[in-house]
């Protein structure tokens, strides 16, 4: 009897309730703004590809490659990166309604701390932030979850236990 495997969706799914849980406890104890905590954040999702990647390769009883175990890990990136993406547009817009007007009046105080630009370029660089925030929002989310993604499954595919005598060419 074949052991059946489990989806790159389904650990997807479990990896982002993990990562949206941890965003929402952050979220309602006041700590959005605490920055080493945001770094934190990734440990589970980094935990969560490589631990994808080496039930895959145990599911498979070994007989894998380190390509078929990257494989499935960027697959199990791609769907978290989805869902996430979905979650980062719903948290802007509905849970934390502030956080654009909070970001914005950051990114004010920087540019007048350095003194370069003049109040009316900066009132432009803050009406184009606020305007493209949530593309540039997806944008982020996209771009660092695949490039952490693709990191977190290349040491997956790494440490994942692979049958030394496999070789699928002779299948």
Same mark, same amino acid.
């Given at each position: 009897m074949e052991q059946k495997i489990t989806s790159p969706a389904i650990k997807g799914v479990i990896i982002s309730l993990i990562l949206i849980l941890f965003s929402l406890v952050i979220y309602f104890l006041g700590l959005t703004e605490n920055q080493p905590l945001g770094w934190v954040s990734l440990l589970p999702y980094l935990v969560g590809i490589i631990w994808g990647c080496m039930i895959f390769a145990k599911q498979m009883n070994g007989n894998v490659t380190f390509g078929n175990v990257f494989a499935?890990?960027?697959?199990?990136?791609?769907? %978290?990166?989805?869902i996430m993406v979905v979650y980062v547009v719903i948290y802007i817009k509905l849970i934390n309604t502030g956080m654009v007007n909070m970001?914005?009046?950051k990114?004010?105080?920087?540019?007048e701390s350095k003194g370069s630009l003049s109040a009316s370029q900066i009132d432009?660089?803050?009406?184009?932030?606020?305007?493209?925030?949530i593309p540039f929002a997806i944008g982020g989310q /996209?771009?660092?979850? /695949?490039?952490?993604? %693709?990191i977190f499954s290349l040491i997956g595919a790494a %440490?994942?236990?692979?049958?030394?005598d496999?070789?699928?060419i002779e299948k």
């Open positions: 499935h890990g960027f697959k199990t990136t791609a769907a %978290v990166t989805a970001a914005l009046d990114a004010r105080q920087n540019m432009d660089a803050i009406a184009m932030t606020q305007k493209f925030f /996209l771009l660092m979850n /695949l490039i952490l993604g %693709v %440490v994942a236990k692979k049958n030394p496999y070789n699928p």
